[in-house]
């Protein structure tokens, strides 16, 4: 009668390490990209926040605000951003449209934040 050996062969071995192997690199590859869209997530509200205080500065300052572009700075979480506010006319002549647009400190030429508003005159 032949003896059974108990145990996995090299080869098994061999396939699991490389199941572990494969699924563990997908689990770091998941978290990098969990931590830089987090980053992203963060810098995109800070810049946001960053748009919405520039025209709401705008509107308590200005009653009506000359058509033209202003432009500025804010320190938002530690970081510096810079903003863009376009002022234009509208087909209501007691309207301006105001677009702002928030830029990282670093140059970058794509905004990272765009939001719109509009300022009315009183009569």
């Given amino acids: 009668m032949r003896r059974r050996q108990r145990g996995f062969t090299l080869l098994e071995v061999l396939v699991a390490l490389t199941v572990v192997a494969i ?8 978290g990098a990209q969990q931590a830089a869209s987090r980053g992203q997530v ?36 530690d970081q510096t951003w810079y903003w863009r506010l376009t002022i234009s006319q509208t ?9 702002a647009e928030v830029y990282p400190a670093d140059g970058a ?5 765009t939001m719109s508003g509009f300022v009315g005159r009183i009569p």
């Fill in 23 to 30: 699924a563990m690199a997908a689990l770091v590859e998941a």
């Fill in 109 to 113: 030429e794509l905004p990272v934040a």
């Fill in 42 to 77: 963060r810098d995109q509200t800070r810049a946001a926040w960053v748009a919405a205080n520039a025209l709401e500065t705008l509107r308590l300052r200005e009653t009506w605000p000359s058509v033209g572009e202003r432009s500025g700075q804010a320190l938002m979480g």
């Fill in 91 to 99: 087909e209501e002549p007691r309207m301006r449209r105001i677009d």
